[in-house]
Every structure is written in C-alpha cells, then in structure tokens.
C-alpha cells in the first residue's frame, strides 16, 4: 500500500510535463479553495524552478548592470536633462528618450548646442569604450568631450552598467 503510493507520487513528480500542465490547467479553471491555490503555485513553482537553476549566470550580472546602469541614468547621473528632447510644453517626447536633444538656454562659447544620441549606445561606441568614457573622461579618440558633458568620474561597477543600460535602448 505504502509502496503505491510512493510510487504514485513519484509519476507526478517527474511525469512527462503535457500531464503536469493538463492537470494544472484543471486546477486553474476549478475557482479553488485557498488549499488549492497553494497546491497550484507549488506544482507552478515545481516547473519553473529547474529554469531558474539552468539560468546563465553571466545573463543574471548583465541583467543586475542594466537595473543599476537606468538608475543611475534616470535618477543620478540626469542624462535625460540633455540628451532627451522636449515638446513645447517642456514634456519628455515619448519614444525619443536619450535621442539627441538642443541644450537648452542661451549657447555659451565652447559649448557644444546639441547631444548625441546615446540609446542604444553613441554612433561608433562600443559598451566598453562608453563605460571608459564615463569613467575617465577620455572619448572613444582619447580626448575630452565638450561642455556641457559633465564630466563623469564614475567607479568602473557603475560606468558599465550605464553602459550595459544604453545599450538596451533603441
Ligand atoms: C548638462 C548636459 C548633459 C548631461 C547632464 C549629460 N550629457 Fe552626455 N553629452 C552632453 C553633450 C553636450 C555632449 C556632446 C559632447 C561633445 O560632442 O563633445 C554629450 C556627449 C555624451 C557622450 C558621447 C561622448 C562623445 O562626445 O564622444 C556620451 C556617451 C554621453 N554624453 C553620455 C551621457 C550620460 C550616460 C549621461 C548621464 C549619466 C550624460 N551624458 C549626461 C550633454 C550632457
């Protein structure tokens, strides 16, 4: 008796997955007692987890880069501020985040009147030359980029996953 039902146990757990997912489905479809709902998130958890195991570990650093590189974008580093452009009413133009923008105010000599595009990385970067820029300083020909390009000494962690981040974009 107790050996039947290990066994029955056994041909739930590593059954073929169509006869897991049917008998999901079933659960789904019964609006089920709170009982149930455990029952079903253990068995949705039971196939997902394997997934979760193979996951390449060097895509979960590249993922954890681009949420701390659009932190620092959006939140402390205020590329938006030059490098998105705005309507009439002084609104970010939806769809042209990080595109190049006029900077805005009366031009002052030196300074540079637009900004590049930096979604999906500036013309000619590569992600590892934007991270040296925003950590050194030095442009992908070794110079400085003009004012008002702040310019940025960020700690190698950071200038990669603002890096990592732009790339994303598009
Ligand atoms: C105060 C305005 C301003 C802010 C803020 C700003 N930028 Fe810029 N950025 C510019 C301008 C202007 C240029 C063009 C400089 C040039 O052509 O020499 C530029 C150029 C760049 C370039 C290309 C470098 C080159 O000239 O080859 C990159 C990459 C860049 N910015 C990234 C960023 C990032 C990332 C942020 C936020 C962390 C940021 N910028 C914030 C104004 C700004």
Same mark, same amino acid.
């Given at each position: 008796?107790?050996?039947? +039902?290990? *066994?029955?146990?056994?041909?739930?757990?590593?059954? %073929?997955?169509?006869?897991?997912?049917?008998?999901?489905?079933?659960?789904?479809?019964?609006?089920?007692?709170?009982?149930? #709902?455990?029952?079903?998130?253990?068995?949705? #958890?039971?196939?997902? $987890?394997?997934? @979760?195991?193979?996951?390449?570990? *060097?895509?979960?650093?590249?993922?954890?880069?681009?949420? +701390?590189?659009?932190?620092?974008? =959006?939140?402390?580093?205020?590329? =938006?501020?030059? +490098?998105?452009?705005?309507?009439?009413?002084?609104?970010? @133009?939806?769809?042209?985040?990080?595109?190049?923008?006029?900077?805005?105010?009366?031009?002052?000599?030196?300074?540079?009147?637009?900004?590049?595009?930096?979604?999906?990385?500036?013309?000619?970067?590569? =992600?590892?030359? @934007?991270?040296?820029?925003? *950590?050194?300083?030095?442009?992908?020909?070794?110079?400085?980029?003009?004012?008002?390009? %702040?310019?940025?000494?960020?700690? $190698? +962690?950071?200038?990669? $996953? @603002?890096?990592?981040?732009?790339?994303?974009?598009?």
């Amino acid at each position: 008796m107790s050996t039947q +039902h290990f *066994e029955k146990k056994l041909v739930v757990g590593s059954g %073929p997955r169509p006869r897991i997912c049917a008998a999901i489905a079933r659960r789904f479809s019964i609006k089920g007692a709170p009982r149930r #709902l455990t029952i079903q998130s253990f068995l949705a #958890l039971a196939i997902v $987890s394997p997934a @979760v195991a193979l996951a390449d570990p *060097e895509n979960d650093k590249q993922a954890q880069l681009v949420v +701390h590189g659009r932190y620092i974008v =959006e939140h402390v580093g205020m590329c =938006e501020d030059c +490098h998105s452009p705005r309507d009439s009413h002084g609104n970010l @133009v939806p769809g042209q985040s990080l595109h190049g923008a006029p900077i805005p105010g009366a031009p002052m000599p030196g300074w540079k009147t637009t900004s590049p595009k930096i979604a999906g990385l500036p013309a000619g970067y590569t =992600e590892a030359q @934007v991270a040296t820029f925003l *950590e050194t300083g030095r442009t992908k020909t070794g110079g400085a980029a003009s004012p008002p390009m %702040p310019p940025y000494r960020m700690d $190698s +962690h950071d200038a990669q $996953s @603002v890096a990592a981040y732009l790339k994303t974009l598009k």
